[in-house]
Nanobody, 122 residues
Framework: VKLVESGGGLVQAGGSLRLSCAGS????????MGWFRQAPGKEREFVAA????????YYEDSVKGRFTISRDNAKNTVYLQMNSLKPEDTAVYYC????????????????WGQGTQVTVSS
């Protein structure tokens, strides 16, 4: 599956952004979808994941209550609504897909998008 992210940009602290990730192909609903981020000089870290039909979601502790992952399988799209953004949320955000299981580990994901930059100014 090919994944293309959009929706990144520059926002002030406290603001909101919604990232989208569009997937190609007919089997989008076969994938668990995840969002990861990577800040300069840091390793790629898990942000959120959502199961095949959206019934379960998982979040990294620092984004709980601020970020919401959702998906629309009819549109082959997964979203990340980010509210109350902080400067430490600044990173390149990637969406990723994995077939067989829910995972918070980047190396277990099979497909990746190219990333979208999110910059939060203080």
């Amino acid at each position: 599956v090919k994944l293309v992210e959009s929706g990144g940009g520059l926002v002030q602290a406290g603001g909101s952004l919604r990232l989208s990730c569009a997937g190609s192909g007919r089997t989008f609903s076969s994938y668990v979808m995840g969002w990861f981020r990577q800040a300069p000089g840091k390793e790629r870290e898990f942000v959120a994941a959502i199961t095949w039909r959206g019934s379960l979601t998982y979040y990294e502790d620092s984004v709980k209550g601020r970020f919401t992952i959702s998906r629309d399988n009819a549109k082959n799209t997964v979203y990340l609504q980010m509210n109350s953004l902080k400067p430490e949320d600044t990173a390149v955000y990637y969406c990723a897909a994995v077939v067989q299981k829910v995972s918070t580990l980047a190396y277990e994901y099979d497909y990746w998008g190219q990333g979208t930059q999110v910059t939060v100014s203080s």
